[in-house]
């Protein structure tokens, strides 16, 4: 004689899933309205606070600051999504277990970050060799 066992019904939980859920579900609107709440005090504030004189927040003395400063943002950027795809090629080669398919996208993910990295290496020339085509 075989005994099977099923799984219970949904309507059937116990009285603790069922004020569990319940106290989720009570939590919701509140944590709404907190949001909501907060939003609208920062727009508010925005709104009324203080009128400052106008103040100009970026002004370049010359092409040559901008191009610096767009190669040091690119290779901020490159920089920290090179290290991304180093950390996800990390875990996933810690992770795969073995399996070969795991594997590869381990090692595509870290030969892409190592792309990522010459490419920071190589902004500066990069720059340079755009600043001498914009001032021919």
Same mark, same amino acid.
């Given at each position: ?8 019904h ?14 989720? /579900? $009570? ?7 907190? !949001?909501g709440?907060?939003?609208? %005090?920062? =727009?508010?504030g925005? #709104? +009324?606070?203080?009128?400052?004189p ?5 002004? /370049? $003395? ?7 400063? !767009?190669?040091?943002w690119?290779? %901020?950027? =490159?920089?920290?999504? #090179? +290290? ?11 992770? $795969?277990?073995g ?13 892409h ?15 340079s ?8």
């Open positions: 004689m075989r005994l099977t066992t099923t799984a219970p949904p309507e059937h939980r116990t009285d603790s899933a069922r004020s569990r859920r319940t106290r989720r /579900a $009570a939590r919701r609107p509140r944590l709404v309205l907190a !949001a709440l907060a939003l609208a %005090g920062m =727009l508010l925005a #709104a +009324t606070g203080h009128s400052a106008e103040m100009v927040l970026a002004e /370049a $003395a010359n092409l040559e600051t901008v191009m610096n400063n !767009a190669r040091n690119i290779m %901020g950027i =490159l920089a920290v999504v #090179a +290290t991304l795809f180093l950390t996800i090629g990390g875990l996933r080669y810690l992770l $795969a277990g399996d070969p398919s795991e594997v590869e996208k381990a090692k595509q993910a870290v030969k970050a190592a792309y990522g990295f010459a490419v920071c290496a190589l902004a500066p020339i990069l720059v060799i755009l600043k001498g085509i914009l001032e021919v």
